[in-house]
């Protein structure tokens, strides 16, 4: 007698795993594209399993032909598991066949279970794998065991390549992989001995949802959103050709817009457009003859990539085309949108070494700006650049210790007073093994690792004590503008700590104005606002920087306390543009209506200086009049100046 109770169990759960798959959309990758395989397979046997065990049983009738299809569809499923099993390993550890003579390997890979299918066809004369005997019992003929031989030669083999890969798994998945392992053979071990007992299958399921659980993630590896794998998914992959050196070509897509038009979409909207790029991305890897895959990574970044194994694929060729489609404006369902792509073609590990380096690489492509078509790796990756951005908290560390930061100063020119009225404090860090890395490199960073708290401590302390030295007092200027992150304005103690500042200083409200960032005020936020109204009603005066790069929601602009606007150096750079004329007049009018002064920056040509004084600016800032100096030049610059 054999009990199918356990196989039911085990179609039960299977049938789950399946549901689960289908709605978290876990198609693409690899990875999951072999888990399904051999969730189907595993499905496939334990239906074969229960029709011929009901067959025997005689809980339905058929006949001879039907009982040795039964079995025989059965054991043809199961001996595949455990091969695919070996190939869903093969893609967690990326170690699938390689090098040369690939089609003898691949041969000799499944040399056993062609052996196995053609004994099953040879018993359909020959009877001796298994057979119905007089009485209708089944009987397991003399060469069954091979079948058991050939499961443990793929076994063992699964064992070795797992164990061959030890170094690129964490403890979750070594466990979840040998505890798979081990409810197999245990089951099967168990099966031999007593076949009625059918534990086999419902172990696999057992072993299914586990590795499914430990080893797929699914919230980790699929974004739900858009059915892309995400950038977890990305590392993962990364991390392994990294490990095992296997090239993967690589195209990324980097809207460098994506924070301007990010604030002007609803979520669902986002959502929408995100389904748009990942269908169009989508249609191009069916281009590639070799398996490509599409990653989420985030923030208006996408990837495609290509297994590099054959070169049949041309990679540039589709980047092109990718590059060419999203650099148009489009629209999908009433969203519009219209990208400033960066595209880029990296051949990984050869142009970047490392999957951490590739990660900041991609991070950063969208700060290089758009491209005209596209860029390859190879030409822009600077090793110094992310040798600096990987010890960067241990730079700044250092920094903050040893007291390296130094406070420069760029003079800003007054229109109506001809003469220079006030000054930008700008931060400069000098490293002894890199020289100056610049702060669009280290604010970031600082900002991430929230080093940027004392960093701007730093900053004020420096400003404060110059304002309150004689030799400052000789210069005539104003007020100093100190720059704020946006990490400072989200900060409960901000207010007590500047106002600390100045009294330690003894100088007042007034002798500093600060600035902050069009992207940082362009959502209201409680802390931020709560800050900024607090300071301003103890007399500090807020300057609303780089105006022209964000998306400027003017109702905001409005709503809060800027006493001027800072114009950003690209739009002085569009201004000789002559469709740019009117935009940048009325740019200017609006400005004033509201009550606020002007700051243009940048300006590093006389007819950009002499274009904005004819538009009755109020200050302007630029290397034309000065770069940032140090403060001992700073202070003899504006003393020249005034004798
Ligand atoms: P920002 O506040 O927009 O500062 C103006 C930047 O433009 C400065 O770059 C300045 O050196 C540069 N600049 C000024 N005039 C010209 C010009 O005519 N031509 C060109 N090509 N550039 C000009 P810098 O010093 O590299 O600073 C970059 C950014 O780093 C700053 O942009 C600011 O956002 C941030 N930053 C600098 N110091 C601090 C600081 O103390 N705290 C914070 N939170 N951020 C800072
Ligand atoms: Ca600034
Ligand atoms: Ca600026």
Not at 95 to 110: D, E, P
Not at 286 to 315: T, W
Not at 440 to 457: D, M, Q, T
Request: proline letters at 3%; one cysteine or more; glycine letters at 6%.
């Amino acid at each position: 007698m054999k009990y199918f109770y356990l196989d039911i169990s085990a179609l039960l759960v299977m049938l789950i795993l399946f549901i689960v798959i289908y709605f978290k959309r876990m198609f693409r990758g690899d990875i999951n594209r072999y888990f399904l395989l051999l969730l189907c397979v595993s499905i496939l046997t334990t239906s074969a399993d229960i029709w011929a065990i009901m067959l025997d049983n005689g809980d339905i009738t058929g006949g001879l032909m039907s009982r040795y299809l039964s079995h025989s569809l059965y054991l043809f499923m199961h001996s595949a598991t455990t091969p695919v099993f070996i190939l869903y390993c093969s893609a967690i550890t990326d170690s699938w066949v390689t090098g040369k003579n690939k089609f003898v390997k691949k041969a000799i890979f499944w040399l056993p279970l062609s052996v196995i299918y053609v004994m099953l066809l040879l018993n359909a004369t020959l009877h001796n794998m298994f057979y119905i005997d007089e009485a209708g019992k089944y009987v397991r003929g003399p060469v069954f065991i091979a079948f058991y031989i050939i499961a443990v030669i793929y076994i063992v083999y699964g064992l070795l390549k797992v164990f061959s890969c030890w170094h690129i798994f964490d403890l979750g998945r070594w466990l979840a992989l040998f505890s798979g392992i081990g409810f197999m053979v245990i089951a099967m071990v168990v099966q031999f001995f007593y076949p009625g007992l059918r534990v086999e299958m419902f172990a696999g399921a057992l072993a299914l949802l586990f590795m499914l659980m430990m080893v797929q993630k699914p919230e980790e590896m699929i974004d739900i959103e858009t059915g892309l794998l995400t950038l977890t998914a990305f590392k993962n992959l990364m991390f392994r050709s990294e490990k095992r050196n296997k090239l993967k070509k690589i195209i990324v897509f980097s809207a460098t817009n994506y924070q301007k038009t990010h604030a002007k979409y609803t979520y669902e909207q986002e959502i929408v457009l995100g389904r748009g790029i990942a269908q169009i991305m989508n249609s191009y890897t069916e281009l590639f003859k070799e398996r490509a895959d599409v990653y989420h990574l985030g923030s208006g970044r996408f990837a495609i990539v290509v297994k590099a194994d054959e070169p049949s694929v041309n990679v540039v060729k589709v980047a092109k085309q990718l590059n060419e489609i999203l650099d148009k404006p489009f629209t999908l369902e009433n969203s519009e949108a219209h990208f400033e792509p960066n595209t880029c073609v990296i051949q990984f590990p050869k142009d970047i070494p490392d999957a951490d380096t590739l990660v900041h690489f991609i991070e950063d492509l969208s700060s290089n700006g758009k491209t005209d078509g596209i860029v390859f790796a190879r030409d822009i990756f600077k090793q110094e650049r992310y040798d600096i951005l990987t010890e960067i908290d241990d730079i700044l560390e250092d920094a903050i210790k040893n007291k390296k930061f130094k406070v420069y100063y760029q003079p800003i020119y007054s229109v109506d007073e001809k003469c220079f009225r006030t000054a930008e404090a700008l931060i400069r860090l000098y490293d002894d093994k890199y020289g100056f890395i610049p702060p669009s490199l280290f604010i970031p960073a600082a900002e991430r690792s929230g080093a940027i708290l004392r960093i701007g401590e730093i900053v004020l302390e420096q400003v404060c004590e110059f304002i309150s030295s004689e030799e400052y007092k000789k210069l005539g200027l104003h007020y100093i503008e100190v720059n704020l992150s946006v990490v400072q304005c989200m900060d409960d103690g901000m207010v007590g700590n500047i106002m600390e500042m100045f009294d330690k200083y003894h100088i007042r409200t007034t002798d500093i104005n600060l600035e902050i960032t069009e992207t940082a005020v362009s959502d209201s936020q409680e802390i931020m606002d709560r800050n900024i109204n607090n300071l301003f009603n103890e007399g500090v005066c807020f300057s609303l920087d780089d105006f022209g790069t964000g998306y400027s929601n003017m109702h905001r602009i409005a709503s809060l306390p800027l006493s001027i606007i800072k114009i950003d150096k690209s739009i002085v750079d569009d201004a000789g543009k002559a469709s740019m004329q009117i935009v940048i007049e009325n740019t200017v009018k609006m400005i004033k209506a509201l009550g606020m002064k002007i700051v243009v920056e940048g300006v590093e040509t006389e007819r950009q200086l002499n274009q904005f004084i004819s538009l009755r600016c109020d200050y302007i800032q630029g290397y034309y009049f000065s770069k940032p100096l140090p403060k001992e030049d700073f202070v003899t610059f504006l003393l020249d100046k005034a004798s």
